[in-house]
């Protein structure tokens, strides 16, 4: 038999004052307690935790193995505060969007407590939006916590003009196999949307609810995630009467080690006496390089007679092959999208249908994507 020794254990953790203070608003974060069994693994789980709370410009945390005495490790930890503003700006394009412009304004450390800010506004021809989160820490900065969201939107294109108000909180909570976002939203919409107009204020208690869980990287091998949006409102104490539902599942697979498999389907529904009234931003439309490819951006929905009503329903799924193509890190796609959105399933509705043919290349920094779809219809 091998005799390994006697297992390490944790020991003091050094950090100076500085290092002390900083670390206050991510002390539950804290898992190498002094006394407990040596493992790696665990070092490694501090520092991604740290790293996702966003307070840290840089973390350090080493186990002292040269150090170590009667079996016991310290653990050297060291980190660097974010600055106290982080500005950032982008510019770029999409098929959907046309041309855009974002900025953003980051608060990532206000206080002890691990309050943090974040604002955003982005702008192009036909959607502009500007929002703000103010972020509160319960336990776990990654895994309970508080937010306060509110943002403006315009949307003007197709058969949609709208102006959208909107003011929530939120609370989230992380089992580590389910994410919960608990939230109470307060939204109001000016609208005109084909040959109707109108507005309205809601109050909607809503779930999301997700889970995901992947091989890991920009070119993941293998993994699925599941969400549930539900979102309702009452007349009892606002304008309407209605529940919003809205499912996605996708799911990933590798045949062989240079394919990629992909599956998504999507399912929505608006039930209630309200559920053909409700405002724009809660209708279903499809189309789009997110939705329906071959077809423009949420462009088709049921009509009215001065054009796009948006549905009640929406049912949408994707297959797509990836396999390589002889270019070092690139891939060829075929895909076939299929979906629709309508107000009945009555047989009258239509099955749309977009096939196509893309180019994938995976790079350090993320997935280069070009699709070029053909839409059809299918009766």
Request: hydrophobic content about 35%; glycine content about 8%; aromatic content about 10%.
């Given at each position: 038999m091998y005799d390994t020794g006697v297992r390490y254990r944790y020991g003091q953790m050094l950090a100076d004052d500085e290092t002390r203070q900083l670390l206050l608003p991510a002390a539950s974060l804290y898992n190498l307690y002094e006394g407990h069994e040596f493992a790696s693994e665990e070092v490694s789980s501090y520092i991604a935790s740290l790293n996702q709370t966003g307070y840290y410009r840089s973390v350090d945390v080493r186990a002292r193995v040269e150090?170590?005495?009667?079996?016991?490790?310290?653990?050297?930890?060291?980190?660097?505060?974010?600055?106290?503003?982080?500005?950032?700006?982008?510019?770029?394009y999409s098929t959907d969007e046309g041309p855009r412009v974002m900025f953003g304004w980051?608060?990532?450390?206000?206080n002890e407590q691990g309050h943090s800010f974040t604002s955003s506004m982005r702008l192009s021809a036909i959607r502009q939006d500007?929002?703000?989160?103010?972020?509160?820490?319960?336990?776990?900065?990654?895994?309970?916590?508080?937010?306060?969201?509110?943002?403006?939107?315009?949307?003007d294109f197709n058969d949609t003009l709208s102006d959208l108000s909107h003011a929530s909180f939120h609370y989230v909570s992380d089992t580590g196999m389910w994410r919960f976002d608990w939230s109470l939203r307060l939204e109001y919409e000016d609208y005109t949307q084909g040959s109707e107009k109108g507005y309205k204020l809601?109050?909607?208690?809503?779930?999301?609810?997700?889970?995901?869980q992947t091989s890991g990287g920009f070119d993941p091998h293998y993994g699925y995630s599941v969400s549930f949006d539900i979102t309702g409102a009452s007349e009892a104490i606002t304008d309407q009467d209605f529940i919003r539902l809205l499912a996605t599942w996708?799911?990933?697979?590798?045949?062989?080690?240079?394919?990629?498999?992909?599956?998504?389907?999507?399912?929505?529904?608006?039930?209630?006496?309200?559920?053909?009234?409700?405002?724009?931003?809660?209708?279903?439309?499809?189309?789009?390089?997110?939705?329906?490819?071959?077809?423009?951006?949420?462009?088709?929905?049921?009509?009215?007679?001065?054009?796009?009503k948006g549905g009640r329903y929406l049912s949408t799924g994707t297959v797509e092959y990836q396999f390589p193509c002889g270019i070092a890190d690139s891939r060829v796609a075929l895909f076939l999208d299929a979906g629709m959105s309508c107000d009945e399933y009555d047989g009258s509705e239509q099955l749309l249908l977009g096939p196509g043919?893309?180019?994938?290349?995976?790079?350090?920094?993320?997935?280069?994507?070009?699709?070029?779809?053909?839409?059809?219809?299918?009766d």
């Open positions: 150090d170590r005495k009667d079996g016991k490790v310290p653990v050297s930890v060291s980190v660097e505060r974010q600055p106290n503003n982080l500005m950032k700006l982008g510019v770029g980051d608060k990532p450390y206000l500007a929002q703000i989160i103010y972020k509160i820490p319960r336990d776990n900065p990654n895994l309970d916590y508080y937010y306060i969201r509110l943002a403006q939107i315009h949307t809601n109050l909607m208690p809503a779930l999301l609810l997700s889970h995901r996708k799911f990933l697979l590798s045949p062989t080690p240079d394919t990629r498999l992909l599956v998504r389907l999507q399912q929505g529904a608006l039930i209630g006496p309200d559920s053909l009234k409700v405002p724009p931003s809660l209708r279903f439309f499809v189309g789009g390089d997110q939705s329906l490819r071959g077809y423009s951006y949420l462009n088709e929905a049921p009509h009215n007679s001065g054009g796009l043919i893309g180019f994938r290349y995976i790079s350090k920094y993320g997935t280069v994507k070009v699709d070029l779809a053909y839409g059809m219809q299918h």
